[in-house]
């Protein structure tokens, strides 16, 4: 096992690339067909393949809700490597007591931290007056089931709310990509409140669900947040997990990885005169 940089969410040492679960559960954000060949494709089997590669460079920390598979998936990885990783969920509720039943829910399943969903907080937040209507008992419920409190939103409005009004917060989870895919404002925005709010924040969807190739989207988001900021993305397969791995190491702490370049028929030319590629 490698070691990768880290941060820290309420005293737990966090890497700063975290493994992100859409693929796995067909979560595209794409098109409904492709929703369903992950769902076909991604066994347990596979999904554990994906995360030991991923536990073995040394992240040590993945986002899902609370499901029993996300759990069962967990435990298989542990069993057959002998590594940890931290479950972060997002728990989810149409009304505050739907969410507390969920949240009851990840302390039974093992949930280290516990950030409710974007589908509660953001529809209940009320940014101008910069409350959360009910997350003090959501927060004490978190702590007093033995988790960390924190909280998963797609609106940056939110995470500013929230900060501004002083509530128990570890950890943020918020959208950021270069092309601002599921933003709510524009990117230079958006970088502003991440590096405003000292909170840690992890920034979702830094590929933009495959709108962006890997060194753009990644360089983009590392260099527009703050130290202690993390990135959660998805990957599919242990070679996208070894390319994504080598990329923010690169972006991270500023030394130049060697990349292995795809070399298609079109880019001959751009290539030393012996090298061969293959035809488009």
Known sequence: ?????????????????????????????????????????????????????????????????????????????????????????????????????????????????CM???????????????????????????????????????????????YDGGYDVEAFIVPFNVIGFLCTVETDWMARVINEVQTPIICIKPLAAQRVLPPTGLQFVYDNIKPVDMVCIGMASPEEVSEDVALAREFITGTRARRQYQTTYSKRNLLPRDTQVSRE
Not at 37 to 61: C, H, P, Q
Not at 130 to 140: A, I, Q, T
């Open 116 to 162: 409710p969903h974007q589908n509660w907080t953001d529809n209940h937040c009320l940014v101008a007056e910069h409350k959360l209507p009910g997350y003090e008992e959501v927060s004490k419920l978190i702590r007093d089931l033995g988790m960390i409190p924190a909280l998963s939103c797609h609106h940056i409005e939110t995470v500013k709310a929230v």
């Open 1 to 113: 096992m490698t070691e990768f940089p880290m941060s820290s969410i309420g005293g737990i040492a966090i890497s700063r690339l975290i493994i992100g679960s859409n693929p796995f559960f067909g979560f595209s954000h794409y098109s409904a067909a492709k929703d369903a060949w992950l769902k076909r494709y991604f066994t347990d089997e596979r999904i554990v393949e994906v995360m030991a590669t991923a536990s073995a460079e040394g992240l040590n920390a993945f986002v899902s809700g609370n499901t029993d598979r996300a759990r069962r998936i967990l435990d298989l990885h542990e069993e057959q490597t002998g590594r940890h990783i931290h479950w972060i969920a997002t728990p989810g509720g149409d009304d505050l007591e739907e969410l507390k039943a969920n949240i009851r829910q990840c302390a039974k399943q093992g949930v280290e931290i």
